[in-house]
């Protein structure tokens, strides 16, 4: 981690600079993509949920075998019929190798490596051209990390929430998610889960029950968090870091206690 820090603009809910404060040392540290990548691929293997046939799935039924000398395979056959069932070559018969409830998805990650994830994917979120490499779109003379006042955790509506971030600057991102909802190719469209969107702003909060959480919900891509719950996963997801970050005064200097 270096020692070297820097001072960041305070914006107010109108988008006005009303103060400077000093940078919390966390966001000097080093970035590691690979770290970050790691720890994010463990997360997202542990979040898992087994699925697998149920037992005894396409052998619940009586069959047996007639055996050689009628001039057909001899193949499991309904003991009431003449289908063949059971083996999975045949139609109707079981899956050859089904997937098992019992596989064990997760996938194990260092404590120190899950911190040094966390602690370079935040730092990860001040620097503007990794911000920016991964998408997302604002304007050029905000300065990041974004630190707003406190007041921004007491907004209530959608309309006061997007009022704040087109004063500063931070709408388009908004726009982008919004526009790149897109209908999923595959077979998840028929599972519950037709469309997919883009991961927008994050907004991080000091007070875990802040009116925020309500206000912001309904826009595009946003999502607010509870500063003590930041983790790569928030941070970076899907393992690219640069997330364009918004934090409220008290957040950041929660943060800073790291």
Not at 75 to 87: D, F, M, N
Not at 88 to 108: H, Q, T, V
Not at 210 to 226: M, R, S
Request: hydrophobic share 35%; with cysteine; charged share 30%.
């Amino acid at each position: 981690m270096s020692d070297k820090k820097g001072n960041i603009n305070v914006y107010s809910l109108d988008g006005t600079v009303v103060k400077t404060m000093e940078l919390p040392g966390v966001f000097n540290t080093a970035l590691r993509p690979d770290v970050i990548h790691r720890a994010v691929v463990a997360e997202e293997a542990n979040k898992r949920q087994p699925y697998g046939s149920k037992p005894g799935a396409g052998i619940r039924h009586a069959a047996s075998t007639w055996g050689k000398g009628r001039g057909v395979a001899r193949v499991q056959r309904q003991t009431q019929g003449a289908k063949a069932v059971e083996s999975p070559n045949n139609i109707g018969g079981r899956r050859a190798f089904p997937p098992m409830a019992e596989k064990d998805w997760s996938k194990k990650c260092n404590q120190k490596e899950r911190t040094l994830a966390r602690l370079s994917a935040l730092a990860a979120v001040s620097n503007v051209v990794v911000v920016k490499n991964r998408g997302h779109q604002f304007d050029d003379a905000v300065t990041l990390p974004v630190v707003v006042e406190d007041n921004i955790e007491s907004l209530k509506t959608t309309s006061d929430v997007l009022d704040v971030l087109i004063s500063i600057g931070l709408d388009a991102d908004v726009d982008r998610a919004k526009d790149g909802k897109k209908v999923r190719p595959g077979r998840g469209k028929m599972r519950s889960r037709k469309y997919r969107s883009p991961r927008g702003l994050l907004i991080v909060v000091s007070n875990e029950k802040a009116d925020l959480f309500t206000g912001a919900k309904n826009l595009a891509g946003v999502e607010v968090v509870y500063a003590d719950k930041l983790n790569a996963g928030v941070l970076a997801p899907g393992g690219d870091p640069g997330r364009l970050t918004v934090f409220s005064e008290s957040a950041i200097k929660k943060i800073g206690e790291w």
